[in-house]
C-alpha cells in the first residue's frame, strides 16, 4: 500500500490510538498512535500504512484540523424548503445547491418524528463526513414539526 491525503474525520480516539475515516469513500484507517486528535474532529491530512503487515496506520502530516459546528436551530425552514417539502412525500430528500458555495436538504419525515428525525441528523456521522465534503464549516438543522420538514444547511466561511 502507499501513502493516502484526504480529508477524514475522526471517529473515535483514545490517548493510544485513533481511527479516521476518510469522507470521500468511506474507508477506515486505524492509527497505532493518537496525533492529538479528538472524536469528531476534521483533518487534512497524509497517512500511510505500517509496515509489516500494512493494518495499522500511520500520520505522516496534518495540513489542517477544524471542528464543524452542527446545531439544531431554533430558526424554521426557510421558505424555498418549505416549497420544496410541499411537493414531497414523506421520507423524501431534496439537494440544492447553494449560490456560492454549500448545499441544503430538505427531508420530509411524519410532523410527530420532526424532533427525533432533527436530533439524528444533527448526532450522524454521516452528517458531519457530508458538511466536510463540502468544506462546511457549520450546519444548521431547521424543522417545523407542524409540517414535518428538515432544512439541513451546509454553510461554508
Not at 484507517?29 to 486528535?37: M, S
Request: aromatic share 2%; charged share 30%.
Amino acid at each position: 500500500m502507499t501513502r493516502k491525503t484526504g480529508t477524514f474525520v475522526v471517529t473515535s480516539a483514545d490517548e493510544d490510538s485513533a481511527v479516521f475515516r476518510d469522507v470521500t469513500n468511506g474507508q477506515i484507517h486505524t492509527l497505532g498512535t493518537n496525533p492529538d486528535v479528538s472524536e469528531r474532529d476534521v483533518v487534512d491530512a497524509t497517512i500511510e500504512p505500517e509496515p509489516p503487515m500494512d493494518v495499522v496506520w500511520s500520520v505522516l502530516e496534518i495540513d489542517a484540523r477544524r471542528e464543524i459546528e452542527i446545531v439544531d436551530s431554533e430558526l424554521s425552514p426557510t421558505k424555498q424548503a418549505r416549497e420544496i417539502a410541499a411537493d414531497q412525500s414523506i421520507g423524501d430528500v431534496e439537494r440544492v445547491e447553494r449560490a456560492g458555495t454549500g448545499e441544503l436538504h430538505v427531508i420530509s419525515v411524519p410532523p410527530s418524528e420532526t424532533a427525533a428525525a432533527a436530533a439524528d441528523v444533527v448526532d450522524d456521522l454521516a452528517t458531519l463526513e457530508r458538511a466536510a465534503r463540502l468544506d462546511a464549516v457549520r450546519v444548521e438543522v431547521r424543522s417545523d414539526a407542524d409540517e414535518g420538514v428538515l432544512n439541513v444547511r451546509y454553510l461554508p466561511d
